[in-house]
């Protein structure tokens, strides 16, 4: 094996611990914020530890490229990975912003739980991609994006209905700023999608 083939491969076990990471602080954050402190500590470790995983990455990029000057597909591939592995980083952080968050009264937890579980789910669909199943990526990232989209506003309203109580008005804002960052991490994800069909066929597509 080819001293390029084997720093790809270092690459891409990075790339898919950190989205292991991401996808690990997800499944955590909401339980955290409402008050699993064993939790919260876990999300905050995770995110640590992905700013240095993503460092790592970066580093072994520039490496690759500076040592092997990779073409075509590998070349594709790397500078597809360092936006990628800033792009898992930042989901820590929305992850870490969540599980920081203190509530008393668990305004639109319907909404957002569901939020969380399409997210999860989208990470799934991210993952066979990364380990080669393009099929379908696009239409499947978009139709779960909008229907995250469609539950953030439900937790929009929720938050504004509940803010008609000024004892609740804290607990509403976390609420909607709970279901942003949910949001946003969808988004995220959508665009790390399309820098895999990217890789894989050469071809610029939007998802998000």
Same mark, same amino acid.
């Given at each position: 094996?080819?001293? *390029?083939?084997? =720093?790809?491969?270092?690459?891409?076990?990075?790339?898919? =611990?950190?989205?292991?990471?991401? =996808?690990?602080?997800?499944?955590?954050?909401?339980?955290? &914020?409402? %008050?699993?402190?064993?939790?919260?500590?876990?999300?905050?470790?995770?995110?640590?530890?992905?700013?240095?995983?993503?460092?790592?990455?970066?580093?072994?990029?520039? &490496? #690759?490229?500076?040592?092997?000057?990779?073409?075509?597909?590998?070349?594709? @591939?790397?500078?597809?990975?360092?936006?990628?592995? #800033?792009?898992?980083?930042?989901?820590?952080?929305?992850?870490?912003?969540?599980? /920081?968050?203190?509530?008393?009264?668990?305004?639109?937890?319907?909404?957002?739980?569901?939020?969380? /579980?399409?997210?999860?789910?989208? @990470?799934?669909?991210? !993952?066979?991609?990364?380990? %080669?199943?393009?099929?379908?990526?696009?239409?499947?990232?978009?139709?779960?994006?909008? *229907? *995250?989209?469609?539950?953030?506003?439900?937790?929009?309203? /929720?938050?504004?209905?509940?803010?008609?109580?000024?004892?609740?008005?804290?607990? #509403?804002?976390?609420?909607?700023?709970?279901?942003?960052? *949910?949001?946003?991490?969808?988004?995220?994800?959508?665009?790390? %999608?399309?820098? !895999?069909?990217? !890789?894989?066929?050469?071809?610029?597509?939007?998802?998000?």
């Amino acid at each position: 094996m080819k001293a *390029l083939d084997l =720093k790809l491969d270092k690459i891409k076990d990075e790339i898919l =611990k950190l989205h292991e990471m991401a =996808k690990d602080a997800m499944s955590l954050c909401l339980d955290a &914020m409402y %008050g699993d402190e064993e939790k919260r500590r876990a999300v905050s470790e995770i995110e640590k530890e992905a700013d240095v995983l993503n460092t790592d990455v970066d580093n072994d990029c520039l &490496m #690759a490229v500076a040592l092997y000057q990779p073409v075509a597909r590998d070349l594709r @591939f790397v500078a597809s990975i360092m936006r990628m592995s #800033a792009n898992y980083e930042r989901i820590t952080d929305l992850a870490d912003k969540i599980a /920081k968050f203190r509530v008393k009264k668990r305004i639109g937890e319907d909404e957002l739980r569901l939020m969380q /579980k399409t997210l999860l789910e989208m @990470f799934d669909v991210v !993952i066979e991609a990364l380990e %080669g199943n393009t099929e379908s990526l696009r239409e499947k990232l978009v139709e779960k994006d909008d *229907l *995250l989209d469609d539950l953030y506003l439900k937790v929009i309203q /929720k938050g504004k209905e509940a803010m008609k109580n000024q004892d609740d008005i804290n607990d #509403a804002l976390i609420a909607i700023f709970s279901a942003k960052h *949910l949001e946003r991490s969808g988004d995220i994800l959508s665009k790390n %999608g399309a820098r !895999i069909i990217f !890789i894989e066929e050469g071809r610029r597509v939007w998802i998000k």
